[in-house]
């Protein structure tokens, strides 16, 4: 199933640490894994629900943005995981109030992860 997810991944993911503020879902944050310009894949480190159906507004602190204020994002659900102690959850992305901030983080995360050509 994880090869599918993958596969069908619009934009490269960057893996990131973070905290995710879902109030509607949890008064405890959850964690940033990875995130892109249409998505994010996060966990909690323990069992939620959550409607698949429905939209939810994100606040997402990353831990190496210089910017130390929350991207908000409005995101739905795609795909929910729960083993034992954990649920993982991906998000599309719909809306981003802060569109230009997330923009410009994912573009410096690609600087970071250009080789420059050896000749």
Do not use: C
């Amino acid at each position: 199933m994880k090869k599918d997810v993958i596969e069908k991944r619009k934009d490269i993911r960057f893996p990131q640490i973070g905290r995710v503020d879902i109030a509607e879902i949890s008064s405890m944050p959850g964690i940033l894994d990875d995130i892109s310009l249409s998505g994010l894949k996060m966990h909690f480190p323990y069992l939620i629900s959550l409607n698949l159906e429905k939209e939810y507004k994100l606040k997402v602190l990353l831990s190496n943005f210089s910017d130390n204020t929350p991207l908000q994002l409005l995101s739905k659900p795609v795909w929910l995981r729960e083993d034992e102690n954990e649920t993982q959850i991906g998000f599309q992305n719909l809306y981003s109030p802060d569109d230009a901030r997330l923009k410009d983080f994912i573009a410096d995360l690609k600087k970071q992860n250009e080789f420059p050509e050896i000749k």
